[in-house]
T-cell receptor
Framework: GESVGLHLPTLSVQEGDNSIINCAYSNSASDYFIWYKQESGKGPQFIIDIRSNMDKRQGQRVTVLLNKTVKHLSLQIAATQPGDSAVYFCAENTRGNQFYFGTGTSLTVIP | GAGVSQSPSNKVTEKGKDVELRCDPISGHTALYWYRQSLGQGLEFLIYFQGNSAPDKSGLPSDRFSAERTGGSVSTLTIQRTQQEDSAVYLC??????????????FGNGTRLTVT
């Protein structure tokens, strides 16, 4: 699974700008990926998922891009709003039941 | 519909006491997971239940930790003789399940455990 170290990466963006959060995964056999948003005091909330047979998937204001060649996943948030401030986690799943989570990225939206 | 429900939301206990944490998964979800999250850290896998299969206990940190799932629904995570390092948020998640089923985990809001 992904490991990005003990510190929590941070990203600060101006309200209205687009945000890009990145995630590297380690298992080339992983075939299912998910992005979660976690606000303070709450559990992770599902945002969007993508299967390995796809390169891109769009939701409401969010887009996930998958680059299997370099084992990289990104989450793009359009027109970032203050309510988007949270910690974002990627998760990978490998044809089974185990999910591996990254440490997360803390997004702060500046009004 | 109702999401994953966990209780209590907060638990403060003295070192050496036993605690039980409860999880009610989403109705119809056959897979149930427990994770632990320490402050500012990622999610640490503890245990996984799938239907009537034997649980995957590979993530339990010590024999003081155990979990059961009764009737394929409600699950209880028990920590015996709690230690200060057990302080964390314990998250439960469920999913539709089945090997190879690409469905996401749905999380509860967790139980924040503080061992004094």
């Amino acid at each position: 699974g992904e490991s990005v170290g003990l510190h929590l990466p941070t990203l600060s963006v101006q309200e209205g700008d687009n945000s890009i959060i990145n995630c590297a995964y380690s298992n080339s056999a992983s075939d299912y990926f998910i992005w979660y948003k976690q606000e303070s005091g709450k559990g992770p909330q599902f945002i969007i998922d993508i299967r390995s047979n796809m390169d891109k998937r769009q939701g409401q204001r969010v887009t996930v891009l998958l680059n299997k060649t370099v084992k990289h996943l990104s989450l793009q948030i359009a027109a970032t709003q203050p309510g988007d401030s949270a910690v974002y986690f990627c998760a990978e799943n490998t044809r089974g039941n185990q999910f591996y989570f990254g440490t997360g990225t803390s997004l702060t939206v500046i009004p | 519909g109702a999401g994953v429900s966990q209780s209590p939301s907060n638990k403060v206990t003295e070192k050496g006491k036993d605690v039980e944490l409860r999880c009610d998964p989403i109705s119809g979800h056959t897979a149930l997971y427990w994770y632990r999250q320490s402050l500012g850290q990622g999610l640490e896998f503890l245990i996984y239940f799938q239907g009537n299969s034997a649980p995957d206990k590979s993530g339990l940190p010590s024999d003081r930790f155990s979990a059961e799932r009764t009737g394929g629904s409600v699950s209880t995570l028990t920590i015996q003789r709690t230690q200060q390092e057990d302080s964390a948020v314990y998250l439960c998640a469920s999913r539709r399940g089945g090997v190879g089923n690409n469905s996401p985990l749905h999380f509860g809001n967790g139980t924040r455990l503080t061992v004094t």
